[in-house]
C-alpha cells in the first residue's frame, strides 16, 4: 500500500501514548482534522 505521508501505527498498549502525541502535533499543525467525522 503506497501513501504519501509516513507510516503510524498502534500496535502494544505501550504505543498509545506516542500515538495520541503524534496525532495531537499534526492536529496543532493543521495536517489533520481535529473532528475526523466533523460535518
Partial sequence: ????????G???AEDL????????GLVEAGDYPANLFAE
Avoid: D, F, H, S
Fill in 1 to 8: 500500500l503506497n501513501a504519501p505521508g509516513p507510516w503510524a
Fill in 10 to 12: 498502534v500496535t502494544y
Fill in 17 to 24: 501514548a506516542a500515538m495520541r502525541a503524534k496525532i495531537r
